[in-house]
Every structure is written in C-alpha cells, then in structure tokens.
C-alpha cells in the first residue's frame, strides 16, 4: 500500500522495515506527508508507533529503506549532512523532555546558543517569544516542577521551535493530561500549524486528536507488522479492514 505521489510532499518514507532487538516490528512502510498539513501515525499499544518516529527523526536506522525530507535521503546522507537535517526537526516527546535543574526560558534558550550561535542574551529573547507563543508568558523563570502537567507539555513544544523546524514530531502528546488540557494542546498544534505553516507528524491512539487534528492517518497493525490503511481520518471509520474499524470507532458505537 503506497501513497500516491504529491509534489507538495515534505516527508517521504519508502519501503521501511523496523526491527527492535532482532525482532522484526514494520516492514514495508510507504507513505508521504505533505508539507503543512497533519500526518497521524495511529495503532494500537506495541505496533510499533513510537519506534517509526524515532527512524524518521534520525535517532535510529533502518533495517531496510529510507526516510527523505523533501528529497533528501536521511539514512543514505553522510553523518554531517543527517546531523545537518535533523536540525531542522523539532520532537515533543510524552514526559515534556525538560531539564528539571533549568527553567523554562533556559530549556528553550540551550538549542539556540548550542546550534544557532547566539549569545545567551539573544536567546534568552527568542526563548521568551516561543513561549509566550504557548500561552506561557509569565512564567519563563519556573522550573518544571513548579509548573502542571499540561504546562510542561506546552514547555517541551515551546522548546521544540526553538529552531524553527520544518517539521514538528509530537510522541503521544495527550499521554497524561485530563480531557480538557488535551483539548487546549489540540487547539495549540493547530494554532501553530495554522500561522506558521509547520508540518506536523503526530503519534498517538486518541480518537479526539485524530478526528481534530489529521489531514491522513497511517494505521500500524503489529500482528501483520505492517501498514493496512492510510487516508483521510473520518474516510477510515469505514475501512475495509475490520480492525481498522473498530480501531477508529472505540466508544462512538
């Protein structure tokens, strides 16, 4: 299953497989992510979701295949030149990520000054900018710990921008919040989509998320260890395949 061509396409995985301590987890995985829109990678616990992110942000290689960023090769690329594109990523990862000995304007300032070169001066502006992009003005002396849950989600993205990627990961950024936060964080990543321009890829198994935020959706299936539907979210609620539909219709029966 393959997605048709797009000249609009950002992200192109072609012919991936995944393993995890020898054992086989994806293989075959083709699909492209157009640029500015919201690409969902969904399936249930142990297919493998998280694992593709990590291959597609460049922390961990392929058993076969490739992953390019509007058309360059990542896995082929020398080690330079994949460091080179993995700064232009950005990676919400679940527990926010922060370095709980920093405040939040010295998480978000550390990028700027080790991968842009600006003085911690400068940066520091530019980390007072990016959260106060998230709501989190007011609050860029505090630690994590002195801050929600949900605040510390918005903290971790806040840092994630801090280079202007081109392309923005989230890992299951729903993971512990209540109903509400996570409905403030969907509005957010749509917000930044929207005046930015960013492409999103999102991980994650919660149907509000899907529905609200994804343009295309890939479903990982972990018994055949592969990808058995890809499309528009509200077009797989009738998917063919019987797991895929039961998948995308949890709680609406």
Same mark, same amino acid.
């Given at each position: 299953?393959? =997605?048709p061509a797009s000249p609009s396409a950002h992200v192109e995985v072609r012919n991936l497989s995944i393993t995890y301590? %020898?054992?086989?987890?994806?293989? *075959?995985?083709?699909?492209? !992510?157009? #640029?500015? $829109?919201?690409? &969902?990678?969904?399936?249930?616990? %142990?297919?493998?979701?998280?694992?593709?992110?990590?291959?597609?942000?460049?922390? *961990?290689?392929?058993?076969?295949?490739? !992953? @390019?960023?509007?058309?360059?090769?990542?896995? =082929?690329?020398?080690?330079?030149? /994949?460091?080179?594109?993995?700064? /232009?990523?950005?990676?919400?990862?679940?527990?926010?990520?922060?370095?709980?000995?920093?405040?939040? $304007?010295?998480? !978000?300032?550390?990028?700027? &000054?080790? +991968?842009?070169?600006?003085?911690?001066?400068?940066?520091?502006?530019?980390? #007072? @900018?990016?959260?106060? @992009? &998230?709501?989190?003005? %007011?609050?860029?002396? +505090?630690?994590?710990?002195?801050?929600?849950?949900?605040?510390?989600?918005?903290?971790?993205?806040?840092?994630?921008? =801090?280079?202007?990627?081109?392309?923005?990961?989230?890992?299951?950024?729903? =993971?512990?919040? *209540?109903?509400?936060?996570?409905?403030?964080?969907?509005?957010?990543?749509?917000?930044? #989509?929207?005046?930015?321009?960013?492409?999103?890829?999102? !991980?994650? +198994?919660?149907?509000?998320?899907?529905?609200?935020?994804?343009? +295309?959706?890939?479903? @990982?299936?972990?018994?055949?260890?592969?990808?058995?539907?890809?499309?528009?979210?509200?077009?797989?609620? *009738?998917?063919?395949?019987?797991? &895929?539909?039961?998948?995308?219709? /949890?709680?609406?029966?």
């Open positions: 299953m393959t =997605a301590g %020898g054992r086989l987890i994806q293989q *075959d995985l083709t699909f492209t !992510v157009g #640029r500015g $829109e919201v690409f &969902v990678i969904m399936g249930d616990s %142990g297919c493998g979701k998280s694992l593709l992110m990590r291959h597609m942000i460049g922390l *961990d290689p392929p058993a076969a295949g490739e !992953v @390019l960023y509007g058309g360059e090769p990542l896995w =082929a690329a020398g080690e330079e030149q /994949r460091e080179q594109l993995k700064l /232009r990523l950005g990676v919400l990862y679940q527990n926010g990520a922060l370095f709980s000995s920093m405040t939040l $304007e010295e998480n !978000v300032s550390l990028a700027l &000054v080790m +991968h842009a070169g600006l003085t911690p001066a400068a940066a520091g502006d530019v980390a #007072r @900018l990016k959260l106060a @992009l &998230v709501g989190l003005s %007011g609050f860029e002396g +505090h630690y994590p710990s002195e801050i929600s849950g949900g605040m510390r989600k918005r903290a971790g993205l806040a840092r994630a921008m =801090a280079l202007d990627p081109e392309v923005l990961y989230f890992d299951e950024p729903s =993971a512990g919040l *209540d109903p509400l936060s996570s409905k403030r964080l969907d509005e957010l990543i749509l917000e930044l #989509r929207d005046s930015v321009g960013t492409t999103i890829v999102l !991980v994650t +198994h919660q149907l509000p998320s899907i529905f609200e935020l994804g343009d +295309h959706a890939v479903f @990982l299936d972990a018994d055949q260890k592969t990808m058995t539907a890809l499309g528009r979210p509200e077009e797989l609620k *009738d998917s063919p395949d019987p797991k &895929v539909r039961a998948f995308m219709s /949890r709680g609406r029966q």
